[in-house]
């Protein structure tokens, strides 16, 4: 039987963090996505889109690695 190299299987594909709200979504299937800083994020819908265009730095802060301790105020 043929063998088609390249093609993904359906409902095998991988899953993407909408970085507003932190929910899975399957990229095939967002209903919303923006190009920013040469990389293109996904959202779970246009309301998330519009708060990461507000403030992408917010939410880009603490994506990679582990999350920044919280400066604690002494007194
Ligand atoms: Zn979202």
Redesign the pocket.
């Known amino acids: 039987m043929p063998n088609q190299q390249g093609a993904t299987p359906p409902g095998g594909g991988e899953t993407v963090e ?6 899975e ?1 399957d990229p095939e299937e967002a209903p919303a996505s923006l190009e920013h800083g040469g990389e293109t994020f996904r ?3 246009l ?3 519009d ?1 990461f265009l507000a403030r992408p730095g917010f939410f880009l802060k603490g994506r990679r690695g582990t999350a920044a301790p919280r400066p604690l105020t002494a007194g």
Request: charged fraction near 30%; hydrophobic fraction near 30%; aromatic fraction near 8%.
């Open positions: 909408c970085p507003v709200c932190r929910m979504i959202f779970c819908n309301r998330c889109r708060r």
